[in-house]
């Protein structure tokens, strides 16, 4: 199911491309949690030259994808439409496995604490029911 699709999501967040890593929304509680999907592109920008001849999926990038599903799930929320979602913090990141173009991110970012204008959110990046990344987010909302 998608709730909301490229064009929806560029509503909530700033991101545009080619710096948009999430291309639909697939579960949205805002203020709480949220969930989303990125086809990684054959196309991307990053795939001549990480690495030439076995593109991987930049780790900054999934970890970029995941903070826009967090940043989805704050900026949902009525107090918080139209502002921004900055990283503030990022802790404990492990990445599990490759992410290569062709296969799509499932990408989930739970908030587990909000104090103010920070959230404290915990990310998962998967491929099928692969762990390809998790991790500690943190944003400041501007």
Known sequence: MVLMDREA???????????????????????????????????????PGHFPGH?????????????????????????NRGRLA??????????????????TLRLRCEIVKRRGPVGFGVATAHVGAELACSGELMFAIQ
């Open 9 to 47: 999501i560029e509503r909530v967040i700033p991101h545009r491309y080619p710096f948009l890593l999430v291309d639909r929304i697939t579960e949205c509680e805002p203020g709480v949690s949220a969930g989303g999907e990125l086809d990684v592109d054959p196309d991307a920008f990053w795939v």
């Open 55 to 79: 593109a991987v999926m930049p780790g900054v990038l999934i970890v970029e994808a995941c903070a826009q599903v967090g940043a989805v799930a704050l900026l949902s929320l009525e107090e």
């Open 86 to 103: 900055l990283f503030a913090g990022i802790d404990h990141v492990r990445f599990k496995r490759q992410v290569v173009p062709g296969e």
